[in-house]
């Protein structure tokens, strides 16, 4: 729930505005939403503006803004946030409006907009509006286009949203430190005519990374490659919600990478086609068919599907490093090695010591002390046990039947008789147990063109 804070309202607002904004200019400034709680907020129907199909953000919520004499204006705060990266931690970043990454700004092809920028963190910053065609002035580069906007003042951003598409927004401004602490959002321009690009659900989310020693709340800002955190929008697996979509609904996907290293995002049991990236949309003759895209550091992607089958499909990073939690990367390898009796040793002189396990590292399981605010390598229990996942890992749940809007988890997947995985204990299977179909063919007249056309270049 979007919880209004007024921006002369609050204590510490007051002792703020008093001191950098005059009453008169105060009197102008739009109202700064901001939000409470790190769940995935239903879309935000426009009130006012021109019609548009509101994207879902991951984790995260979009930007009310207020009309003014036809231009639409929104106000970003920037402001250290305490983040909740999934249940059992928390950590104290700098993000935008009450949480991190900052509010997602949607609004229309052709749609003024201002852009109110406050800055309550300790230094200087600036905000570059990432893939937007704009006057230089406004394109937000510290030194080259603007000075910074020193703390506790305001600063205003204006201009036409002339291309529609995928965009973020982050600081140009002591680049390294602010976006080590999270500092980012996403921005949607919808096309004028809502009937183009037209899809049934429209999930977006930021990848980024953090380094945050074990017990500790604050990233360690100077790190370049050795992140111990791979999160979607300042979220790790299993504090990650599932992207829910209804059974034949045509689904996109857009992601944007603003972390130090590419990351190879794939999708369980559907594939699907590149269809935009920063840069535009991909025009149908040059797509092409995948089930794992990279995205560069610095690129956005927005993939497109048909939910073709029922089911709890993993959604996540294919570098295996990066479907996991905190951990020391100079654990040394013991698959194969006896370790009989030398934990029982070990732990004589240290107790507690673990060892990584001589079948393999599988430690979802196991019950390890850790230190306080601090999440399990890996974890995650589903209906069969451990998930042993961390990181950038999530699902997209299908299910039949869903209302337009019920983006809700709806649990666990409820696998039809005889169509999981089994144990073979001997003998001849038994002839009636051919693995169901789970997913049944949906009388939808387009997902049933996709599924004739995929058997058509089969034969
Ligand atoms: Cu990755």
Request: charged content about 20%.
């Amino acid at each position: 729930m979007v919880s209004r804070r007024d921006f002369f309202m609050g204590a510490s607002a007051v002792a703020l505005g008093a001191g950098v904004v005059s009453r008169a200019g105060a009197a102008s400034l739009p109202e700064a939403a901001t939000m409470d709680k790190a769940a995935t907020q239903p879309p935000l129907t426009p009130p006012n503006g021109r019609p548009y199909n509101p994207v879902v953000t991951l984790n995260g919520w979009t930007l009310p803004w207020r009309m003014k004499d036809g231009v639409k204006e929104f106000h970003l705060v920037a402001e250290p946030v305490v983040r909740e990266i999934a249940p059992g931690m928390k950590a104290h970043l700098w993000g935008y409006n009450g949480q991190s990454p900052g509010p997602t700004i949607e609004v229309v092809e052709g749609d003024r907009v201002r852009l109110f920028v406050t800055n309550k963190l300790p230094e200087h910053t600036s905000i570059h509006w990432h893939g937007q065609r704009l006057p230089n002035g406004m394109d937000g580069v510290t030194g080259l286009t603007q000075p910074g906007i020193q703390p506790g003042k305001t600063f205003v951003y204006e201009f036409i949203a002339k291309r529609p598409g995928t965009f973020m927004y982050h600081p140009h401004a002591d680049e390294m430190v602010q976006m080590a602490m999270g500092m980012m959002g996403f921005w949607i321009t919808h096309p004028k005519d809502p009937s183009l690009y037209k899809v049934d659900r429209d999930f977006v989310f930021l990848l980024n990374a953090y380094d945050i020693d074990p017990g500790s709340y604050t990233p360690k800002v100077n790190t370049m490659l050795d992140f111990n955190l791979w999160t979607f929008n300042s979220r790790a697996f299993p504090g990650i919600d599932p992207m829910v979509c209804r059974q034949g609904d045509h689904v996109r996907i857009r992601f944007g990478n603003l972390t130090m290293t590419n990351h190879p995002i794939h999708l369980h049991g559907h594939e699907f086609e590149v269809t935009g990236t920063d840069g535009g949309w991909v025009p149908k003759s040059a797509r092409w068919p995948e089930v794992t895209t990279d995205v560069a550091v610095g690129q956005m992607r927005a993939i497109e599907f048909d939910a073709t089958d029922e089911g709890d499909w993993a959604f996540h990073c294919h570098k295996s490093h990066h479907t996991m939690n905190a951990m020391g990367h100079d654990v040394p390898t013991m698959i194969g090695v006896d370790q009989h009796g030398v934990l029982d040793k070990i732990n004589k002189l240290v107790p507690d010591y673990m060892i990584m396990g001589e079948k393999g590292g599988s430690m979802g399981d196991m019950e390890m002390p850790l230190p306080d605010n601090t999440l399990p390598m890996m974890t995650g229990q589903g209906p069969f046990g451990g998930i042993e996942m961390g990181g950038m890992f999530t699902t997209v749940k299908v299910r039949k039947g869903l209302a337009r809007n019920n983006y809700k988890d709806p649990g666990w997947y409820k696998h039809p008789k005889a169509s999981v995985a089994y144990e073979w204990t001997g003998g001849s299977l038994p002839t009636t147990r051919a693995p169901a179909q789970a997913s049944t063919p949906v009388p939808d007249e387009k997902v049933l063109k996709v599924r004739k056309g995929g058997q058509h270049h089969e034969h």
